[in-house]
């Protein structure tokens, strides 16, 4: 697959298409956690195989080592064919584009991390997230000059774009239309320190869980877990929970939206039970 530059963002770009049935897709983030083994691998399972393990296991992986550097698109590509042909991968984006003062200047970073590969996972290549640190600060000026370098497609792929921020000034309605704006979620921060933003502001919802704990088998207790599936389902058909608070009253109209959910941080070790537990739910519901 040949890499190319893919077009830059404008306020009216083009929301992704939807599937004409809608996928809630649950995981985990990475798949390479020594405790895991013996926990969610079996016992001796060969490490070189652990994503063929995992991916067959969950419906949906987000990929956090690209937040620390880049991977060779050699790797993308054998991501690509170890997984199940219906599977779906997220991928962080680079902090050398996210963790600067002026992001107005992160179009060189961006170019690369694009450059660098991610383009390999051809039609398994979900929504990019661009995770900011807990200190960075809402300016409405610079966010938008940073989401008008975020490209909207490439190579035939629509890309879509999800933003993870981490400091309280971004809990505004003012956030939640420039976000509107450029067709980005709003990263869904569950159970964690970090704003809780619900608005809907893409044609896809990315949700982050981050409140698993030691002393339940499945991370959550049962009643959170549906919960949590409650909202996803209610998202998924084009609803907003009632149950989460927003910024904004409006949200934008869907019969269906994609859903990403996955069970990050918290008590790890758990995560992915609690992530096959809800798949499994899920399931039984249908």
Known sequence: MATTRPSKASSSATAPSQAADTRIRIGVGGWNFAPWQGTFYPEKWPKRRE?????????????????????????????????????????????????????????????????????????????????FAPTKQFDAEDFEHFL??????????????????????????????????????????????????????????????????????????????TQWLDRATTFANGGVPDDLDTLTKASPKAKHRDVFLYVISGFKERNPAAAMEMIEALARRK
Not at 93 to 108: K, M, Q
Not at 177 to 186: D, G, H, S, V
Not at 206 to 216: C, S
């Open 51 to 131: 994503l063929e393990y995992a991916s067959r296991h969950l419906t949906s992986i987000e990929i956090n080592s690209t937040f620390y550097g880049s991977q060779k698109p050699a790797t993308f590509r054998h991501w690509f064919e170890e997984t199940p042909d219906d599977f779906v991968f997220s991928v962080k984006a680079s902090r050398y584009a996210t963790h600067r003062r002026a992001l107005g200047e992160a179009g060189e970073s961006v170019a690369r991390f694009f450059d660098s590969g991610v383009l390999e996972l051809g039609k398994k290549l979900g929504p990019v997230n661009w995770q």
């Open 148 to 225: 008008s370098l975020l490209p909207t497609s490439a190579n035939g792929h629509t890309i879509r774009h999800a933003l993870e921020v981490r400091h309280e000034t971004f809990a505004v309605p003012e956030f939640v239309a420039l976000a509107r704006k450029y067709k980005t979620a709003i990263v869904l921060a569950g159970d964690a320190k970090f704003p809780c933003i619900a608005d809907v502001t893409a044609p896809f919802v990315y949700a982050r869980l981050m409140g698993t704990e030691e002393r339940y088998k499945l991370g959550y207790a049962p009643k959170a877990m």
